[in-house]
């Protein structure tokens, strides 16, 4: 699934490094991509979630992106770029800093022992200009846009996850912040 530029809403006042960044990654929406665990190259038929952010940078002139989620999540947390999101609720103040081309982290998607325990990593797009709900980008094994189940390289809707043990949480995946991309500049 795919959207023009032109359906995100104020995308004409994004910085421009975040524009080149947002098309690169709407431009690989567009190949049919399959989700594919450890594959960093769209040559493969798909990628992984942390291989679709690390390609994307990588393309965009990011020479020192790590390659999986969890260092990721490191990279952006050294730089100093985080803000942690302990609630669950749409209107928190704890989105209020979110800017389009920021990186999004979870934990609990899968199972793994890893350190720091982050799992999944996606681009924040900014607000659907139509309906005004957030929206991302990256590679999922089955998140939801429009309601719709997606696999793949695609864009999906960004919603905080449901309370463990509900119907709606298969692994209870915990959403634990977001954070600019290190050497992003506003310009």
Request: charged share 25%.
């Amino acid at each position: 699934m795919s959207l023009s530029p032109d359906e995100i809403a104020d995308y004409e006042h994004y910085p421009l490094k975040v524009r080149q960044i947002i098309e690169a990654g709407l431009e690989l929406t567009k190949q049919n991509l399959g989700y594919t665990y450890g594959s960093a190259d769209p040559g493969n038929g798909g990628m992984d979630c942390s291989g679709f952010i690390y390609y994307v940078l990588k393309q965009n002139g990011f020479t020192d992106v790590p390659r999986d989620s969890s260092q990721q999540y490191v990279w952006v947390r050294k730089a100093a770029n985080f803000n942690a999101v302990l609630s669950r609720h749409e209107d928190s103040f704890e989105l209020d800093a979110l800017k389009p081309g920021d990186l999004l982290f979870w934990r609990g998607t899968y199972s793994i022992d890893r350190d720091p325990p982050v799992t999944h990593t996606m681009i924040y797009l900014g607000r659907e200009k139509g309906t005004k709900k957030r929206i991302m980008i990256g590679a999922s094994d089955g998140r939801t846009y429009d309601g719709k189940q997606r696999f793949g390289v695609s864009v999906f809707d960004f919603k905080l996850p449901p309370p463990p043990n509900s119907n709606d949480a298969k692994l209870s995946p915990v959403f634990v912040g977001y954070g600019r991309i290190p050497g992003l500049t506003e310009e």
